[in-house]
């Protein structure tokens, strides 16, 4: 499961690293939690990459209300292209979320431990997600829910993790023209940890309200 991330370099970085011409400005966020907004990544028509700030947890197209987004905050990898509020997203509405890390927690004795996720050389972590547009009650909302797959062996505490793509996994990932699940289940497998560290933080974590630096300082 992937349930708290980490917003704040990962945005400039991330627009000079796949060359997005318009600057989206967004304050730095440290603990994002389920049901909020979200900076993304996705293509247009003609394929060009553009910013976009859904909710978290897919509200799929077609559902009655939009409180089944809070159960939709993870889609399976492996069955993504199956499900029903997938499927459709799956092969027209793919998109990123660029983050500086994520959090898991482990449990220590009767306490949930916190632990920050990154990439050591502090280069953003590009999450595969899926977005899509709810329209209903006067409302207009777009959402997105974070791809999972089976852990690597640094996330050895957890049994999943999310779906993490290169620079130029990303390419193939937005590419509009890509409509089924072949050309793109060789992304969905579990990321390397060989330039992937974590390390426990402050608690306060716990609680979306704590959102500021000291998110993802060290502590012992």
């Known amino acids: 499961m992937c349930g708290r991330i980490a917003q704040a370099a990962a945005i400039r970085k991330t627009e000079q690293l796949l060359r997005i011409l318009k600057r989206f400005e967004l304050p730095p966020r440290f603990n994002i939690a389920p049901s909020q907004p979200a900076a993304v990544v996705r293509s247009d028509a003609e394929g060009n990459l553009e910013w976009a700030l859904p909710r978290w947890g897919l509200v799929p197209h077609w559902a009655k209300e939009p409180k089944t987004g809070y159960k939709m905050i993870n889609a399976k990898a492996e069955t993504v292209a199956e499900k029903p509020a997938y499927r459709g997203p799956f092969?027209?509405?793919?998109?990123?979320?660029p983050v500086d890390g994520f959090y898991e927690w482990k449990e220590e004795g009767k306490v949930k431990q916190p632990y920050f996720i990154h990439f050591r050389d502090q280069t953003p972590v590009f999450l595969a997600g899926l977005w899509d547009h709810w329209q209903?009650?006067?409302q207009d909302l777009e959402t997105f829910t974070v791809l999972t797959t089976t852990a690597n062996k640094l996330l050895d505490f957890h049994d999943r993790m999310p779906v993490i793509l290169t620079p130029e996994d990303v390419t193939t990932?937005?590419?509009p023209k890509i409509q089924s699940k072949a050309p793109l289940e060789h992304l969905l497998r579990p990321f390397s940890e060989g330039n992937m560290e974590t390390y426990p933080v402050d608690r306060r974590v716990n609680k979306p309200s704590f959102d500021d630096p000291a998110c993802v300082i060290p502590v012992h």
Not at 91 to 97: D, L, N
């Open 173 to 175: 990932w937005l590419d």
């Open 91 to 97: 092969r027209h509405r793919r998109c990123i979320v």
């Open 136 to 138: 209903g009650d006067g």
